[in-house]
């Protein structure tokens, strides 16, 4: 829960440092989801409306729910025989920073992979 308060603290001072629009905080910050929060997104974008702190508040409430209900987080994982070792799961989850683009974006997209 803790790191994403952080994560959205972080994404909230890039779009304000950035002057991001406001009504395009909510789809550029989505684009860092994985296919499980892609699909809570589609079930609760109708009730966010494109609103950034309505967004916060459900995306905060969605964490708890996982965090209180830890076997709907990844039941593909609930055997300790399909877990990936660490190196190939930063291999294939991490996108490497080669030093083309913002290093912020890059930082951020990190970011919320761990939370995933």
């Known amino acids: 829960m803790i790191q994403i308060d952080q994560w959205?603290?972080?994404?909230?001072?890039?779009?304000?440092?950035?002057?991001?629009?406001?009504l395009h905080r909510v789809l550029q910050a989505t684009t860092y989801y994985n296919d499980e929060l892609q699909m809570w997104y589609e079930t609760t974008k109708h009730e966010i409306h494109n609103d950034w702190f309505s967004?916060?508040?459900?995306?905060?409430q969605h964490a708890l729910?996982?965090?209180?209900?830890?076997?709907?987080?990844?039941?593909?994982?609930?055997?300790?025989?399909?877990i990936l070792s660490f190196e190939c799961l930063i291999d294939t989850k991490?996108?490497?920073?080669?030093?083309?683009?913002?290093?912020?974006?890059?930082?951020?997209?990190?970011?919320?992979?761990?939370l995933t």
């Open 8 to 22: 959205l603290s972080v994404l909230y001072k890039t779009f304000e440092d950035l002057e991001y629009p406001l």
């Open 94 to 114: 991490f996108i490497k920073y080669l030093d083309i683009g913002y290093a912020r974006d890059w930082l951020l997209q990190t970011m919320w992979i761990t």
């Open 65 to 82: 729910d996982r965090q209180m209900n830890p076997s709907t987080v990844n039941p593909s994982l609930s055997n300790e025989n399909d």
């Open 55 to 60: 967004f916060c508040d459900r995306l905060k």
